[in-house]
């Protein structure tokens, strides 16, 4: 069965600074991930998804994934952190191949940045 | 401008009065399902439908129903609201359906926060 774990549920860091929220997933088959951030009182916006191809997914503002078979991972980065990235991000994975009937989420990591 | 509407967003009520949270899209999507958001749990599927008439279990469907009559709605209901159900609720649509593979961008509502006393 597929499975999400984000570690670490609460990140936080500095403005300018590299962000890293990590996603590992397990899955029996070839997976699609997504990565979702929510804002407060909002619902989840996509961020980004890898689903077959390049292994190095860019997003929307300035977020990017890396798809890495062997490691299980689909972290998220971004070089430079601002105050506006504040809010909860949430990996997911699809749960069969080549596409979903749920998205498999992971428990979230709520993104700090102070100045 | 593409939305997907719940109502309401936030609701306090008893245990055992029935209710219904409403979900409409205007994007002419064929998927359509319902999250439950849960603090350190992440989301759960609670139901799905790929199509009109076509809905299946999610992973947490005791306690609720759903219809899909219409494309554009899909509402859960609460037959018997308990305390356990208190939860952030959201639906989420996306373009494929039935018999296409869904790859593509779940688009949420803004959620229902649902509080059971």
């Known amino acids: 069965a597929q499975s999400v774990t984000q570690l670490g549920s609460h990140v936080s860091v500095s403005e300018g600074a590299l962000v890293l929220l990590r996603c590992n997933y397990s899955s029996s088959v070839p997976p699609y991930l997504f990565w979702y951030v929510q804002y407060p009182n909002q619902g989840l916006q996509l961020l980004l998804k890898?689903?077959?191809?390049?292994?190095l997914v860019k997003g929307i503002n300035g977020f990017e994934a890396e798809f890495k078979k062997s490691e299980t991972s689909f972290h998220l980065t971004k070089p430079s952190a601002h105050m506006s990235d504040a809010a909860e991000y949430f990996c997911?994975?699809?749960?069969?191949?080549?596409?979903?009937?749920?998205?498999?989420f992971g428990a979230g990591t709520r993104l700090a940045v102070h100045p | 401008e593409a939305q997907v509407t719940q109502n309401p967003r936030y609701l306090i009520t008893v245990t055992g009065k029935k209710l219904t949270v409403t979900c409409s899209q205007n994007m002419n999507h064929e998927y359509m399902s319902w999250y439950r958001q849960d603090p350190g749990l992440g989301l759960r599927q609670i139901y799905y439908?790929?199509?009109?008439?076509?809905?299946d279990k999610g992973d947490v469907p005791e306690g609720y129903k759903v219809s899909r009559k219409e494309k554009r709605n899909f509402p859960l209901i609460l037959e018997s609201p308990s305390p356990n159900q208190t939860s952030l609720y959201f639906c989420?649509?996306?373009?494929f359906g039935f018999g296409e593979p869904n790859t593509g961008e779940l688009f949420f509502g803004e959620g229902s926060r649902l509080t059971v006393l």
């Open positions: 989420a649509s996306s373009l």
């Open positions: 997911a994975v699809s749960d069969q191949p080549g596409g979903y009937n749920k998205l498999i």
């Open positions: 439908s790929m199509n009109v008439e076509v809905t």
């Open positions: 890898y689903t077959t191809g390049a292994t």
